[in-house]
């Protein structure tokens, strides 16, 4: 455990930390806060909750003039909300120095109050790429004074396609100034940022400490006759956003899919018998969280890669105990908890034997009559795919898209928190939107541009 003292902080930031219940640095404060103190660029991997807020707010502040008003650090967040923690937290550990003025800067409100706040001066600005960029060029804000860069979650600001917005924000500040760049993972496009815009910086992973484990699991005595019936009840009763059910055959996945639909929950099959085009299609629906049950075989879900996943039902049994172990492993990632249900048959309870061996522990058995709805109308997952005919092909790029739907262009500007993920395949672009402005942003699509030219757009 290392202590904040042993850092080259004043006497009043240590004071408030103390108060502030900070005992000692996590382990990515304690590896990143002494390079970042020291003035270095920084890449630092660690997953969120980490306390790397604290990394990056502690070292902007070391490094500010609260008696010069004029922006000298800025913090760019992927989301509203993110922006909105990131400010809190920046003004609790500002608490020690004399009126330090942190301003949000998002979409989804009127640039008036923002471009007030500027005017009457502000030492940090935390927002995100979008809203920064339009204050930049109406010339409400100035990053000629800045210091401090910080890219906070880049992988996540990736994924949802801002590497031009960063690259035009990050063109506007002085070259003399220290980036510090935060991220849970490390894609492609995290060196491509680092050698366009940081000096030499210094790489530093704090690996996850090993999860405890969070999954629980539940085994319900089912007949064959209500097997597939049960997964019904059993979305009902947890409400899901997002669940893999297991089947051991393609006929068993398409039969659930059609009961499920049948009953009103979106749901889509994934088995061997899919060309590739109706496979991609069916993950990018999954992975954006606008399709709610993915019924599937285990060669078909083998390198599906998919973050929060609340639910995990295995329709069929698997006689494999290591099969087991890693469908009941999808879901619970991550340190987050999760749940895994096996629905079992008397017939099938030699294979219950064998998973209790080799994960050394005993089954926890629950009653089939016990699930119950537990809430209002259908579930319904919270946003909707927009299919764009054009993909890479057409040199489509995800910050197009985000482009065409935040613009004002042929209907009205919808906020970045409004659009979900956006993946685009050989020939297609797939990209998810709230449900409350799924038509409405289908039909800007139509009526707009994307990349300066026309589009079809349909919701899948």
């Not at 455990?1 to 408030?16: Q, Y």
């Not at 219940?21 to 970042?36: C, D, F, H, K, R």
């Not at 006929?251 to 590739?276: I, P, Y």
Request: hydrophobic fraction near 40%; charged fraction near 20%; proline fraction near 4%.
């Amino acid at each position: 455990m290392t202590a904040f003292s042993s850092l080259p902080l004043s006497p009043t930031t240590l004071a408030n930390l103390q108060q502030l219940g900070y005992e000692s640095m996590t382990p990515i404060q304690a590896a990143s806060l002494p390079v970042a103190l020291a003035g270095q660029d920084l890449i630092a991997q660690a997953k969120t909750g980490s306390g790397k807020t604290a990394a990056f707010a502690l070292a902007l502040l070391a490094k500010l003039n609260p008696r010069w008003f004029a922006v000298q650090a800025m913090v760019l967040c992927p989301t509203r909300e993110l922006a909105d923690q990131v400010t809190v937290e920046i003004r609790r550990l500002a608490r020690a120095e004399e009126n330090i003025k942190v301003v949000t800067l998002c979409g989804g409100v009127a640039t008036r109050g923002q471009r007030a706040s500027l005017e009457n001066g502000a030492h940090i600005v935390v927002g995100t790429p979008g809203r920064i960029m339009d204050l930049l060029e109406r010339e409400y804000l100035s990053l000629e004074n800045l210091n401090t860069l910080v890219l906070d979650e880049a992988d996540r600001m990736l994924d949802m396609g801002f590497f031009e917005d960063i690259a035009t924000v990050v063109k506007q500040t002085p070259k003399e100034r220290q980036t510090l760049l935060f991220s849970a993972t490390y894609p492609e496009g995290i060196a491509k940022l680092a050698q366009q815009f940081m000096r030499d910086p210094q790489q530093i992973t704090v690996k996850a400490p090993a999860a405890e484990n969070t999954i629980e699991q539940r085994f319900y005595e089912v007949e064959r006759s209500n097997r597939l019936d049960t997964v019904g009840l059993l979305l009902n009763h947890f409400r899901p956003v997002s669940t893999i059910a297991f089947c051991n055959t393609r006929q068993q996945c398409n039969e659930l899919v059609t009961l499920l639909q049948g009953q009103g929950f979106v749901a889509q099959a994934l088995h061997g018998d899919l060309e590739q085009r109706e496979r991609d299609q069916v993950l990018a629906q999954f992975a954006n969280r606008s399709c709610s049950v993915l019924v599937a075989t285990d060669v078909a879900s083998r390198g599906l890669d998919v973050k929060e996943l609340d639910l995990v039902i295995n329709v069929d049994i698997t006689p494999d105990a290591e099969v087991h172990v890693h469908r009941v492993g999808r879901t619970g990632r991550a340190g987050q908890s999760g749940l895994a249900v096996s629905l079992v048959s008397m017939n099938e309870m030699g294979s219950v034997g064998k998973i209790e061996q080799y994960q050394n522990a005993p089954s926890v058995w629950f009653k089939r009559d016990e699930l119950t709805p537990t809430g209002k109308g259908r579930l319904l997952p919270p946003m909707v795919t927009v299919q764009i005919a054009g993909g890479r092909k057409e040199k489509i790029r995800p910050g197009d898209v985000l482009g065409a739907l935040t613009s004002m262009d042929g209907g009205p500007a919808y906020t970045r928190e409004q659009i979900g993920k956006i993946a685009v395949t050989e020939y297609c672009t797939f990209v998810a939107v709230e449900r409350s402005i799924a038509t409405e942003a289908c039909a800007k699509l139509n009526a707009g541009k994307v990349k300066g030219k026309s589009v079809r757009a349909r919701l899948l």
